[in-house]
């Protein structure tokens, strides 16, 4: 409590010092504007990245492989992951597929999440692997079959982007901030509770062509919303706004 409240103090008077600030997401833009008033220009402009090259089979593997990709400093974000484990194990119990789920990231809070596994009631055809942090993530991507994210902490988190980044097929939790990254049953899904989580899971492990279909149409929307000139005409148009 105390190094938020004196982290917040210092950024109220660093940002009334600067006649303009620069955020990633509308979202942010929102909270920033209703916590710290007096801004004259608030620009938002998305973060860059472009999409890989490398194409994608969208056959499941065997193992199944499922991936999340996060920064476990946050005990929200642990607690995300730790909410994910608990659903793919009711998921594995259900079927005979075998199932590797591979959780990649870093922090103080991995030890929350490997704590939490040892006490779990684990499916047998059930493989969880805390793989810390990771220096070549893009093998992962390209190996995992469908990614999964849940987090209460996130304005717009890169993995998000990077996950679309190799067209891969994605179930995350239903938000703001991330509606406006992916546009549900279309570039991803979207799930509100336990049970949607499940049947979004189900489906897409079943069906290539809907596993197909939403990757494809991530990449697509990456490319569309994030490319460099995209961005950049973004910026351009944010700063001719600011210097008028």
């Known amino acids: 409590w105390l190094t938020y409240t004196i982290n917040m103090y210092l950024a109220k008077i660093l940002i009334k010092k600067f006649d303009g600030v620069m955020v990633v997401s509308m979202t942010l833009a929102e909270k920033i504007d209703k916590q ?20 994608r089979d969208y056959s499941v593997g065997d193992p199944l492989i499922l ?19 608990n659903q793919v194990n009711l998921y594995a119990k259900t079927i005979n597929t ?32 805390l793989d810390g942090f990771v220096q070549d993530i ?18 717009l988190p ?18 703001k901030q991330f ?4 546009t549900d049953k279309v570039s991803g899904m979207l799930f509100k509770n336990e049970q949607e989580f499940l049947l979004q899971l189900s489906e897409f492990v079943s069906d290539k062509y809907k596993r197909k279909t939403h990757g494809m ?10 490319s460099f000139s995209t961005i950049q005409k973004l910026l351009e148009h944010e700063l001719e706004k600011y210097l008028a």
């Not at 893009?138 to 190996?143: D, I």
């Open 36 to 55: 710290f008033k007096g801004i004259r220009h608030l620009m938002v402009v998305p973060q860059y990245c472009e999409v890989s090259p490398q194409q």
């Open 67 to 85: 991936l999340s990709v996060t920064n476990l400093s946050f005990k929200e974000k642990a607690n995300g992951v730790i909410w994910l484990i």
């Open 98 to 129: 075998c199932i590797t789920y591979r959780i990649a990231g870093g922090g103080v809070h991995l030890s929350d999440v490997s704590s939490h596994l040892f006490r779990l009631d684990r499916a047998p055809n059930l493989t969880v692997i």
């Open 138 to 155: 893009e093998a992962m991507y390209l190996q995992a079959d469908i990614f999964l994210y849940y987090s209460d902490h996130d304005e």
């Open 158 to 175: 890169n993995t998000i982007l990077e996950a679309k980044r190799f067209g891969m097929p994605m179930i995350v939790n239903e938000c």
């Open 179 to 182: 509606r406006a990254v992916v």
């Open 217 to 226: 149409a991530a990449k697509k929307e990456l490319a569309k919303n994030n």
